[in-house]
């Protein structure tokens, strides 16, 4: 069974490409207005007035006051559509209140920003933070605060927020220099919590230590960090929230500043986080870079890229090198259940090609399927160190799992020069991600202005069938469904993603609402969400038809227990089935699988290793499915229907 599936999915990828040229990307920063004075240091992606159509907010610069834009998207009205795009961004940066000080006749210092559903109403809220550098502190007065939507995006402050807890320790008068706000329910209780990368006070120390707030569900936050054992104290350029490990609860993974190697907080179910990046392989200086030195990540970006439903992780680095032995931007390999989850770094994976700089400048990036192959691709930025050569690279993911430069045959090398910051976008939900950047160039006095945002239409995806998913949290369960796991099941290629919110450099952020590519195949066989809440429950749709976005809010749920570590697992989908049924399992190569009819009669047996059971030659009705692994035994109800 298995070589007839890997053979359906290898003719599913020959049929289905595309050849790579100028016509995939096409620059139309103008178009969607976003103008000459359109510039970020920051990129956020998210949908701030609840229309689903994902908005853009930027940090136009460090040290400033007032540099928060906001850039709602809206319909093209102007101009016939045939002529120009369909949406385009208004300035909305007045209206909504952004930079507005809570108790100063003056705008704020922002210089890191996030949103998340904060008081758990179904809309995005914003923290905004401050970040110094080498004790530059110009606005001393300036704080970490929360801001509530109104649903309109429009913002206000919360009076005693909590946020008052993140200063310097050992000098109140100092803000916590921040880095990330990444969300997350850590204890499941329905509301979301945040946890704050933290950057440093000078560059020799004393180092800040990252937080964790726990959300009271009105905007107001509560130190939880000691008795939730978060105290690591190096600098940090963010942190991601994904669970790492497939027990349903989020895990943290650090960025740190060249200064440590990380850490994975494994989240230990009781309220408590425990560092196991040591014992499971994260490692961010694992390798020396160019000429030795130490490497800085700039962001983990969890992602299942080789679809077998654990999370890997890109690891964006600067200070790479191009030589034998040199570290560098490297995406690390979750090995799964049957090794402990842990991350195998992998350099061989991205194929470079010329032009390029030999002292790499990684700071951003960002998964998505380009092309809607069913494959996730990637774009990473570089800027900083060799102008001349520095630029985006975008890389194609071929049925091998090697990652291709194709950045040459798209055209836009010299377009794009020395990127920063990125997002990817559905803006105009048309089924494909495309992309907005900023594009630095040095001047002659060799400042950089991180200022140009530029926009990239994505016009090759939707040539593949796709389905884009919305999640609303049901009871028990964040409105944002922040950590929801989502499963896609179609063309015999199981995908599977996470809602995230304030994942990597400087918490970059995407949209909610998730896409996923579908080749050709005609019909989604089944959507399958696991929601973050206990007891843990899941909801399924079957039969779903292709290339729309389709809300999902567990008004149906099947409920369950999470197993505990050890325990034997099996999870199939979709329920009920018509011709395939998936299987997934941490057993051995030994354990058996066997199905049995209402008569008690064995209709099929083989290895737990298989990835599916063909039903289409069985009798409409109930079955028992059946896994035994030495002493363990676990057995699910399957109904078969026609």
Not at 1 to 7: D, G, K
Not at 214 to 237: H, I, L, Y
Not at 626 to 632: C, E, V
């Amino acid at each position: 069974m298995r070589t007839i599936l890997v053979s359906l999915f290898l003719c599913l990828l020959t049929t289905t490409s595309f050849a790579q040229d100028s016509t995939w990307f096409r620059i139309i920063t103008q178009e969607v207005g976003l103008g000459d004075d359109a510039k970020a240091l920051r990129i956020n992606a998210a949908d701030l007035n609840g229309d689903h159509y994902p908005d853009i907010t930027v940090v136009r610069n460090i040290y400033r006051r007032g540099d928060i834009r906001v850039y709602l998207n809206e319909a093209n009205s102007s101009v016939p559509p045939a002529q120009t795009p369909p949406r385009r961004f208004t300035d909305w940066t007045a209206q909504s209140g952004v930079n507005a000080h809570p108790s100063l006749d003056t705008t704020k210092k922002s210089d890191c920003i996030s949103f998340g559903d904060m008081d758990n109403d179904g809309d995005l809220d914003l923290i905004n933070g401050v970040w110094m550098y080498r004790d530059n502190i110009p606005f001393k007065e300036d704080r970490t605060e929360v801001l509530l939507n109104d649903g309109n995006a429009v913002f206000t402050h919360v009076e005693n927020d909590g946020m008052e807890a993140l200063v310097d320790e050992a000098d109140p008068q100092w803000a916590l220099s921040c880095s990330g706000f990444s969300y997350l329910d850590y204890d499941l209780d329905g509301i979301l919590d945040v946890y704050v990368a933290a950057y440093w006070r000078t560059p020799n120390g004393p180092f800040h230590p990252d937080r964790l707030m726990k959300g009271n569900g009105d905007g107001t936050f509560a130190n939880v960090s000691q008795e939730a054992r978060v105290s690591a104290a190096w600098p940090m350029q963010g942190a991601s929230v994904t669970d790492w490990n497939n027990d349903g609860w989020q895990d943290v993974m650090t960025s740190p500043y060249c200064r440590s190697n990380g850490s994975l907080l494994r989240n230990e179910q009781d309220g408590k986080f425990r560092d196991v990046g040591p014992m499971v392989g994260y490692n961010a200086r694992k390798m020396q870079g160019d000429n030795g030195q130490n490497l800085c990540q700039w962001g983990a970006y969890p992602y299942d890229y080789d679809n077998d439903s654990d999370m890997d992780v890109l690891q964006v680095l600067v200070h790479g090198g191009l030589n034998s032995g040199e570290g560098r931007t490297t995406i690390a390999t979750n090995l799964g259940p049957a090794e402990d989850y842990d991350l195998v770094q992998e350099l061989g994976r991205l194929h470079r090609s010329d032009p390029q700089s030999y002292h790499l400048g990684n700071m951003d990036a960002q998964w998505l399927d380009m092309n809607n192959d069913m494959l996730a691709d990637i774009v990473i930025t570089e800027c900083e160190y060799l102008d001349a050569t520095d630029r985006p690279f975008f890389y194609l993911q071929g049925a091998d799992h090697q990652f291709y430069d194709i950045t040459p045959e798209l055209g836009l090398v010299g377009k794009i020069r020395s990127p920063h910051s990125l997002e990817a976008l559905d803006y105009d939900r048309d089924g494909d991600y495309d992309l907005v950047m900023n594009s630095n160039h040095f001047s002659a006095q060799g400042n950089t202005d991180r200022a140009d945002l530029v926009f990239l239409e994505n016009r090759i995806g939707n040539q593949n069938n796709w389905i884009g998913v919305q999640l609303t949290g049901p009871a028990g369960v964040n409105r944002t469904a922040v950590g929801a796991r989502v499963f896609v099941y179609a063309g015999g290629v199981r995908q599977m993603r996470e809602v995230q919110a304030g994942r990597g450099h400087f918490s970059g952020q995407q949209p909610l609402e998730l896409l996923f590519g579908l080749g050709q195949s005609p019909v989604v066989d089944s959507i399958v969400v696991r929601w973050p809440r206990q007891p843990f429950a899941h909801s399924t749709l079957t039969d779903v038809p292709v290339n729309q976005y389709v809300d999902i809010d567990g008004t149906v749920l099947a409920a369950g227990t999470a197993p505990a570590a050890g325990d034997l697992t099996l999870d199939i989908y979709p329920q009920p089935v018509r011709d395939v049924l998936q299987l997934r399992s941490n057993a051995g190569p030994d354990a058996r699988v066997e199905l049995f009819n209402a008569l008690g009669q064995r209709v099929y047996t083989g290895a737990a290793s298989a990835a599916w059971i063909d039903v289409q030659g069985l009798q409409p009705g109930l079955y028992l499915l059946r896994l035994q692994s030495g002493s363990q035994l676990r057995t699910r109800r399957v109904c078969v229907v026609r």
